[in-house]
C-alpha cells in the first residue's frame, strides 16, 4: 500500500495513494484550501489551514483519504 502520511500537532492526514486518481472532490469542496493536485493525486499542501470539518474524508469518492478527526 502506498501511503502517504501528513502531520500537525493536532491531527493526521493520510491519502491512499493506490486509491486516489485524481478526481478533485477534496481540493474544490475544502472550505480552506488545504488540498492542491500535483501529478494527478491530492496533497494536503495547507494542512496548517486544516479547520477539520472533515469535507475531503467525506467527498472523496475512492475513500482515498483518513484524517484523525474523522474517524
Given at each position: 500500500?502506498d501511503?502517504?502520511?501528513?502531520?500537525?500537532?493536532g491531527?493526521?492526514?493520510?491519502?491512499?495513494?493506490d486509491?486516489?486518481?485524481?478526481h478533485?472532490?477534496?481540493?474544490?469542496?475544502?472550505?480552506?484550501?488545504?488540498?492542491?493536485?500535483?501529478?494527478n493525486?491530492?496533497?494536503p499542501?495547507?494542512?496548517?489551514d486544516?479547520?477539520?470539518?472533515c469535507?475531503?474524508?467525506?467527498?472523496?469518492?475512492?475513500?482515498?483519504i483518513n484524517?484523525?478527526?474523522?474517524?
Amino acid at each position: 500500500m502506498d501511503i502517504k502520511e501528513w502531520k500537525t500537532e493536532g491531527f493526521t492526514i493520510q491519502v491512499e495513494y493506490d486509491k486516489c486518481v485524481g478526481h478533485g472532490e477534496c481540493v474544490d469542496v475544502c472550505p480552506s484550501s488545504v488540498y492542491e493536485h500535483k501529478e494527478n493525486r491530492a496533497i494536503p499542501i495547507n494542512i496548517q489551514d486544516c479547520i477539520q470539518c472533515c469535507s475531503c474524508v467525506a467527498s472523496c469518492p475512492e475513500d482515498a483519504i483518513n484524517h484523525s478527526a474523522c474517524l
